[in-house]
């Protein structure tokens, strides 16, 4: 495994571009979590297997919790800052 590379689906799931806490979304543009699961500090009192549900919610809704941008990542054999800049710009609508 990688430095920085998530262990588990249960791992945090940011990414780092949150549209919750930039623009005020209701849901990050980026891993795919609702504003209450990141302002309230609810993600930190959930259990394992709630995160779990919680990345892998987000994962099929489409939206790229950190597990599935690394996979990405991988998979196009780019670095996981490149994956980040092209889901922004895709995510974002920047040129």
Sequence with gaps: MSLHMSE???SNPCIGICSVTQWGDDVCRGC???KDIINN?????LSDVQKK???MQCWE???YPR?????????????LKQGKDLLYKEK???A
Excluded: P
């Design 53 to 55: 549900l919680v990345v």
């Design 8 to 10: 588990s689906l249960a």
């Design 92 to 94: 974002f609508k920047i």
């Design 32 to 34: 795919g979590r609702h």
């Design 61 to 63: 809704d489409g939206y």
């Design 41 to 45: 500090g609810v993600w930190n009192n």
């Design 67 to 79: 597990q599935k941008l690394e996979l990405m990542c991988e998979e196009k054999g780019i670095t």
